[in-house]
C-alpha cells in the first residue's frame, strides 16, 4: 500500500502565499510523477502541476508564474508553493502519485478571500 499525507492547505487573502506539501510512504518501488488537481464545487477536476522523477514540469496556463513544483526523491515528497493567489484558485487540491497505478491524497482545502 502506498499513503499520501496533504498538509499546507488553509485561508488566505488575496496576493498572499501558501506552500502544500504531500508525503508518500508504504510499498513504494519507484514513483515516476507526483503533482495535484484541484476541484472546485460545480467545476471539472484540472491538473495544477505535475513534477517527474527527473524534475520535468507541466503547469495549467492557470498558473504558470505564480506556482513552482518540487520533489524531494530522497523523502518522497512533493510541494507546492503557490504565490500571488486569486479568489479563482479557491478548491480542494488533490495530490497525486504515479507508481505502478495512481494514489491519491485525502485533498486540502485552499481559500482565497479577503
Known amino acids: 500500500q502506498v499513503q499520501l499525507v496533504e498538509s499546507g492547505g488553509g485561508l488566505v487573502q488575496p496576493g498572499g502565499s501558501l506552500r502544500l506539501s504531500c508525503a508518500a510512504s508504504?510499498?513504494?518501488?519507484?514513483?515516476?510523477?507526483m503533482g495535484w488537481y484541484r476541484q472546485a464545487p460545480g467545476k471539472q477536476r484540472e491538473l495544477v502541476a505535475s513534477?517527474?522523477?527527473?524534475?520535468?514540469?507541466v503547469y495549467a496556463d492557470s498558473v504558470k508564474g505564480r506556482f513552482t513544483i518540487s520533489r524531494d526523491n530522497a523523502k518522497n515528497t512533493v510541494y507546492l508553493q503557490m504565490n500571488s493567489l486569486k479568489p479563482e484558485d479557491t478548491a480542494v487540491y488533490y495530490c497525486?502519485?504515479?507508481?505502478?497505478?495512481?494514489?491519491w491524497g485525502q485533498g486540502t482545502q485552499v481559500t482565497v478571500s479577503s
Open positions: 513534477i517527474t522523477s527527473g524534475g520535468s514540469t
Open positions: 508504504g510499498s513504494i518501488f519507484s514513483i515516476a510523477d
Open positions: 497525486y502519485a504515479a507508481t505502478f497505478r495512481v494514489h
